[in-house]
Structure formats: structure tokens, C-alpha cells
């Protein structure tokens, strides 16, 4: 069993940063990919990133290439998601997401997760 706790959201202005962190309880972490989704209101759960149980490998949805990055530290039981030159389009609801078994094409979408988090809301203001 994983329980994953996120945080780091709030209100930002356009053009703005935040870091997302999601902290997960277990002692094998390390075995799980993890990723990232967001909804939106009125919207469908969308994938935002992804990341392999090492971190070598990473994933982007188009409309986040350039701007986001997925990390992870499995010696703190935490992965992060760093949001540069965020735009009101980005206002969502972010999820954290674990993945025990997974596919590259898995793990963009979220029935390719396991355990969820509760979610924190970012906002972006225009």
C-alpha cells in the first residue's frame, strides 16, 4: 500500500513558478513510476508527467514540454513537479499518481496508476 500526500499549490500570476511536491509513504517507493495529472473544472483528468522508478526516463504532455519537470528523490520518498512560465490554462487541480507495473505508453494515462493522492489546487492568474 502507498499513500501519497501532495502539496506546494496556491495562486500564482502568469508567467509565474511553482513546485509541486508529493510525498509518499511505503519503504517501496522506489519500485513505483509516478506521474502527475491535473483536472480542470468541467474538464477530464489529464496526464501532465511522468517518471520511471529510477528517474532516468521521463515523460511530458505536449502542452507542458519546456515548462515542467519531473523529478524524483526515492531517498526522501518524494517526487516534485517544478512549473515554469505557468499560464491560466494551467489552473487545474494537480494528482499525484503511483505505479507499480507499467508500460511507457501506461503511464500516460491514469488507468495505468494504482494509488492516487488527494490533489492540490493550483491557480494561475491572467
Known amino acids: 500500500q502507498v499513500q501519497l500526500v501532495e502539496s506546494g499549490g496556491g495562486l500564482v500570476q502568469a508567467g509565474g513558478s511553482l513546485r509541486l511536491f508529493c510525498a509518499a509513504s511505503g519503504r517501496t517507493f522506489s519500485s513505483f513510476a509516478m506521474g502527475w495529472f491535473r483536472q480542470a473544472p468541467g474538464k477530464e483528468r489529464e496526464f501532465v508527467a511522468a517518471?520511471?522508478?529510477?528517474?532516468?526516463?521521463?515523460y511530458y504532455a505536449d502542452s507542458v514540454k519546456g515548462r515542467f519537470t519531473i523529478s524524483r528523490d526515492n531517498a526522501k520518498n518524494t517526487v516534485y513537479l517544478q512549473m515554469n512560465s505557468l499560464k491560466p490554462e494551467d489552473t487545474a487541480v494537480y494528482y499525484c499518481?503511483?505505479?507499480?507495473?507499467?508500460?511507457?505508453?501506461?503511464?500516460?494515462?491514469?488507468?495505468?496508476?494504482?494509488?492516487w493522492g488527494q490533489g492540490t489546487q493550483v491557480t494561475v492568474s491572467s
Open positions: 499518481a503511483a505505479a507499480k507495473t507499467y508500460t511507457a505508453a501506461g503511464l500516460s494515462t491514469q488507468y495505468g496508476y494504482d494509488y
Open positions: 517518471i520511471n522508478w529510477t528517474g532516468g526516463r521521463t
